[in-house]
């Protein structure tokens, strides 16, 4: 699944790029088949960050929160969406969404540069920002760079994180910090990478905890792995001595996603496992670490919650999104095969966990729930949101009978599905067509209105570029 698989094999230069984009899908197959014995479709994009969730507190004077009604906003680039007219490569591919305090969105991702495009609020590119309203940005001189997390920092800049390949070291965490004003790269700021120790260091997720200290996790060397850094971008070595925390979570390989931060401070870093200990089973898995570093053992199970929401070893369970709730509750969400007898029926699946790691049996009678959004096709969440009124959207995408679309279901917070939601047409629930071959959302953001934007990647011709849509 290459939304969730991006191992990008190391180009030398980058002129060697086009090379790294077909060594990449055979790495895939390689890993794609650890849990896959069956054929099924699977994307040339890489694990995503979905933690990219707008506040949804209006405040004193902010916008009235109105929930969506999961229509496309025809107010939003006149049409609902944007498509990329002219890629900058063959492989603009957006991961991440933030908004902006003046309601400009940014969609962030990689072309084996890092990339951000700027939108204003009714859906037009924000030319300001760069003066075209792209940025692009080579991080690494030796290899590709591959942004995957994106934040507004307090001063209103903002921060790209994800991984890089350096000669000599392999993929790293890395990172860049850019003017709000203009788009720039902030030159006192620079870009930042860090090998954290083996060849596979990359980080999917980025997040500020409440000292505006910066968390990355995501995998290395197929272990859990996370990092914290002063806010001038430089290891605090406070963290676990180090700076930075290497986790194993099962005798398998795993796979770190998506960081989340509790109430009380303590970090979440979820993904999922592919437990050669028990039969290749891939399976969701949570780590809980204190705010020094050190893996929390009160939470679940010695510090770790895993689980498979199925028996046989031949079905893929992939955790790609999770939100902690604010009542740290933990909301972890991603699609299952759930189908023995289909060549490709991936279904929206997602379970709830206490603030301690336990299973919420308030949510669906047993905290596990089981969407399967057009039956024989597959259906994938990649990001989560919660209304204040506690409602859950998730939101993903749906193949149809032609190719991938954008989708979004919402449910209750019991997890039953919410009818009302998109009700003339298919409630619970809506499938989007844009205007080309495979449209692949990666993120959402919940504006303050309650208004909801989908980002991601769209192919066409063989050609991938940055899209997003608004729903209201």
Known sequence: MKQLLQYQQNPQNKSKKLINIILVILTILIVFTACHKKKKPFL?????????????????????????????????????????ASPITNFDSGYTLALQSDGKILLG?????????????????????????????????????????????????????GYCF????????CMAKFLSSNGWLDETWGKKIQHLGTSTDRAQSL?????GKILMGGTCNYDFCLARFDSNGSLDTTFNTTGKVIQPMGPGNDFGVVLGIQSTGKILLAGYIIDSGDGNKCKFAVA?????????????????????LTSSSTQPIYLTSMVVQNDDKILLGGYCDMDLTASANDQFCMIRLDANGNFDNSFDGDGQLIF??????????????????????????????????FCLARFYSNGSLDTTFNSSETP??????????????????????????????????????????RFK
């Open 44 to 84: 040339l994009l890489p694990l995503i960050d979905n933690s990219s969730i707008a506040s949804t507190d209006s405040g004193s004077g902010g916008p009235t929160f109105t929930p969506a009604q999961g229509i496309l906003d025809d107010s939003f680039n006149s049409t609902g969406y944007y498509e990329e």
């Open 109 to 161: 991702g990689g072309n084996s540069n890092f990339l951000i495009a700027r939108f204003n609020p009714n859906g037009t590119l924000d030319t300001s920002f760069n003066g075209t309203g792209y940025r692009e940005e080579d991080i690494s001189p030796t290899g590709g760079d591959w942004g995957q997390s994106i934040k507004i920092l307090s001063d209103g800049n903002i921060l790209l994180g």
């Open 166 to 173: 350096v000669s000599g070291s392999g993929d790293d965490f």
């Open 207 to 211: 997040i500020l905890d409440s000292n």
């Open 288 to 308: 809980r670490f204190d705010t020094y570093g050190n893996l929390d053992t009160t939470f679940a199970s010695s510090g770790k919650f895993i689980y498979a």
């Open 372 to 405: 399967d959004v057009l039956g024989s096709t597959s259906d994938r969440i990649t990001s989560l949101a919660i209304q204040p009124d506690g409602k859950i959207i998730a939101g993903g995408y749906c193949v149809t009978s032609s190719s991938e679309k």
């Open 428 to 469: 619970g629930y809506r499938i989007q067509n844009l205007s080309t071959n495979r449209e692949i959302a990666n993120a959402m953001i919940l504006q303050p209105d309650g208004k909801i934007i989908l980002g991601g990647t769209c192919i066409d011709s063989g050609k991938q570029h940055f899209c997003l849509a």
